[in-house]
């Protein structure tokens, strides 16, 4: 049974790394929430490794970017691993061939031009249009903020008939960017494989990410599996994720879910939560309203 918490530091002592997700957990695409950096900060203040695992389908230098520009102090953690930099790697291995075409906004141009240093002059991935296209690379919809899944079912059903194989860069469905909820890639992957077609996921929760991010954390000095905890609001992405990797699970009530616990965000309802984490089969460690 899940333990209900009031801070990080009331958990912390065990654990010589955090594995901890972004959106929803650490901003809400604006700005981040009251207490985060503290949390975090206060964290590696006791010798412990920050690293901030995301869905996010662009390469990590991009992410550190759009986190400064929200006042997220580089003090807070230690790296960035993405699932667009799980992606990137196999698209350069040649998941989805070299001629693609790109279904997503103009910000996640970065997934193609920032070419990671063990692939420069190894391979080249082309943008191509629609039809000339050997696979499909997804980061999410042109419009994130007024379109919908549904809306790409005709190019779907194309893409399925020529065989076309899709890289999701983001197994997210939805986050909440301030009050608007939008889609993700995940969402479109996943009416892909619906209609028939073939989606490849690299992103939490499936395993290249965590295999990434213990990388990045071993050239940090390196924890066991034992002594990290995994920091997320999503259920099927950051809970399911972790959990499958063998890893300690701090659920945050107060992201995704928030509106099915009660009216206090910081204090989720007992009884409530343990109804809705029994329903998904689900049993994080512990559960804290927002992290602070």
Request: net charge negative; aromatic share 8%; hydrophobic share 40%.
């Amino acid at each position: 049974m899940t333990r209900i918490v009031q801070s990080l530091a009331e958990i912390s002592e065990p654990y010589d790394a955090l594995f901890c997700d972004l959106w929803g957990c650490v901003h809400n695409g604006v700005a981040p929430f009251p207490g985060v950096a503290e949390a975090l900060t206060g964290f590696r203040a006791k010798g412990g490794k920050v690293l901030l695992l995301t869905n996010a389908p662009r390469p990590a230098k991009y992410v550190a970017q759009s986190l400064d520009r929200m006042g997220l102090p580089r003090e807070a953690y230690d790296a960035i691993v993405t699932s667009g930099d799980a992606a990137q790697d196999a698209m350069f291995a040649g998941a989805v061939g070299q001629k693609v075409w790109h279904l997503g906004p103009d910000k996640d141009e970065g997934f193609f031009t920032e070419v990671p240093p063990e692939w420069q002059g190894q391979v080249t991935i082309e943008q191509v249009p629609f039809e000339e296209a050997e696979g499909m690379v997804c980061t999410g919809p042109f419009d994130e903020m007024n379109e919908v899944p549904e809306d790409y079912r005709p190019r779907f059903l194309l893409a399925k008939s020529r065989g076309l194989p899709m890289l999701c860069a983001n197994p997210d469905i939805v986050v909440d960017l301030g009050e608007t909820r939008i889609y993700c890639a995940g969402a479109l992957a996943a009416l892909y494989e619906d209609m028939g077609g073939r989606s490849l996921y690299f992103g939490k929760p499936h395993p290249p990410i965590y295999d990434l991010a213990r990388r990045r954390l071993s050239a940090l000095g390196g924890a066991d599996d034992s002594r990290i905890l995994a920091v997320g609001d999503g259920i099927n992405t950051d809970v399911a994720g972790a959990m499958g990797e063998g890893l300690d699970v701090l659920f945050i009530s107060g992201g995704l879910a928030a509106d099915q616990f009660g009216d206090d965000v910081e204090n989720p309802d007992p009884e409530l939560l343990m109804t809705w984490l029994n329903a998904r089969q689900r049993d994080p460690l512990y559960t804290i309203g927002r992290l602070r």
